[in-house]
């Protein structure tokens, strides 16, 4: 999300293929915002079971949402899973990408 503008929706491709996606559309001018602009948005869809998938996120997400030219994640937060936290955070504190945890229902 950029500017209140979906500009890619995440298909069976998953979350890495959708960034790169992103990336390509930002380098082919197809994206003309500023780089730190956008936001990815990781969150729990109305009809998902819960107890089999939900939303993950981990240090290669920031990679890819670095590479996307985005300014940082809004999670849903305690309904998602992070893989390697630590690692994570200090990925987006180096990059200078945000991560944040929104309820669920919020709009980022």
């Avoid at 001018?29 to 939303?55: C, E, H, I, N």
């Avoid at 993950?56 to 936290?85: D, N």
Wanted: zero cysteines.
């Amino acid at each position: 999300m950029a500017d209140r503008h979906i500009v890619a929706v995440e298909a069976a491709e998953g979350t890495d293929a959708m960034l790169a996606r992103v990336a390509e559309m930002r380098g082919n001018g197809r994206l003309r915002m500023a780089t730190g602009k956008g936001v990815l948005v990781k969150a729990v869809k109305p009809s998902q079971d819960r107890r089999f998938d939900l939303p993950s996120i981990g240090p290669r997400t920031v990679e890819g949402v670095v590479s996307a030219g985005l300014g940082g994640i809004a999670v849903t937060a305690g309904a998602a899973v992070v893989a390697e936290p630590e690692q994570m955070v200090l990925a987006a504190d180096r990059a200078a990408v945000f991560v944040i945890g929104v309820p669920d229902g919020a709009t980022p």
